[in-house]
C-alpha cells in the first residue's frame, strides 16, 4: 500500500519529443506528489511537485498530470533536450503529519539522443 | 542555491566495522533525513529526525543504525556492524519546514567488503 509504480524503466525520446513517465499509487492517505531529476553521482533534486486537488501543474517545460480517481499521476517533458537526460523518480509523501517521508518509484532513466 | 554538504564522498569497510556517515544539512532547516539507494535500485526512506529525535524508522534502520545530531550542524548517520547488504549510496536530506523543498546532499558511496 505504501508503493508507488513508475513506468516505463527507461525511455529513449528524439531531442524535441515529448517525454512521458507514468506513476500509480495505491494508499489514498498521500497527499503531495513529487518529481524527482537525478544525475548520476548527485543526489535527488526535487523538479516539481502537485497536491492532489488540482489536475494539472505545469513549470516550464516540465508538466505533472494528476488523475485522483484512477490514482495515477504522470510527468510529461516538452521539447526535450539531451541537458533532460537524467533518471526521473516519481514519489509519494504525507503533509498533513509531522513525519513526511517521500515514498519514491523505482524510477525511469531517459535517454534524450538528439 | 544551499545545499546540504556530505563526507565522505566514498567510504569502502570491512564487514562487521563500524561507519559513521556525515552530513551538514543546511543551516536553517528543522527537518533532517537518510535515505539509501541500491545500485539501479529505488531510493528508500531510512530514517526522519526533527526536534533531536527520531520520528520515524523504516524496516531497514534496525538495531544496527543510530542517528545523531552532535551539535548545531552535523547529522549523523552510524552503522555499528556493517553487513555486505549495507553497500549502498547514502543520502542526506534536509527541509526547514514539514511543507518545505526536501533537498538531498550528493550522497555517500558505502561499499562493504
Known amino acids: 500500500q505504501q508503493q508507488v509504480k513508475q513506468s516505463p524503466q527507461s525511455l529513449i525520446v528524439q531531442k524535441g519529443g515529448i517525454s512521458i513517465i507514468n506513476c500509480a499509487y495505491e494508499?489514498?492517505?498521500?497527499?503531495?506528489f513529487p518529481w524527482y531529476q537525478q544525475f548520476p553521482g548527485k543526489g535527488p533534486a526535487l523538479l516539481i511537485a502537485?497536491?492532489?486537488?488540482?489536475s494539472e501543474k505545469k513549470e516550464g517545460r516540465f508538466t505533472i498530470s494528476f488523475n485522483k480517481s484512477a490514482k495515477q499521476f504522470s510527468l510529461h517533458i516538452m521539447d526535450s533536450q539531451p541537458g533532460d537526460s537524467a533518471t526521473y523518480f516519481c514519489?509519494?509523501?504525507?503533509?498533513?503529519?509531522?513525519?513526511?517521508?517521500?515514498?519514491f518509484g523505482p524510477g525511469t532513466s531517459l535517454s534524450v539522443i538528439p | 542555491e544551499p545545499e546540504v554538504t556530505q563526507t565522505p564522498s566514498h567510504q569502502v569497510t570491512q564487514m562487521g566495522q563500524e561507519v559513521i556517515l556525515r552530513c551538514v544539512p543546511i543551516?536553517?532547516?528543522?527537518?533532517f533525513y537518510w535515505y539509501r539507494q541500491i545500485l539501479g535500485q529505488k531510493v528508500e526512506f531510512l530514517v526522519s529526525f526533527y526536534n533531536n529525535e527520531i520520528s520515524e524508522k523504516s524496516e531497514i534502520f534496525d538495531d544496527q543504525f543510530s542517528v545523531e545530531r552532535p551539535d548545531g550542524s552535523n547529522f549523523t548517520l552510524k552503522i555499528r556492524s556493517t553487513k555486505l547488504e549495507d553497500s549502498a549510496m547514502y543520502f542526506c536530506?534536509?527541509?526547514?519546514?514539514?511543507?518545505?523543498?526536501?533537498?538531498f546532499g550528493s550522497g555517500t558511496q558505502l561499499s562493504v567488503l
Open positions: 514519489a509519494a509523501s504525507y503533509l498533513r503529519t509531522s513525519y513526511d517521508k517521500v515514498i
Open positions: 543551516s536553517n532547516h528543522l527537518y
Open positions: 494508499n489514498t492517505a498521500f497527499d503531495y
Open positions: 502537485i497536491r492532489p486537488d488540482v
Open positions: 536530506a534536509s527541509r526547514r519546514g514539514i511543507s518545505e523543498k526536501l533537498f
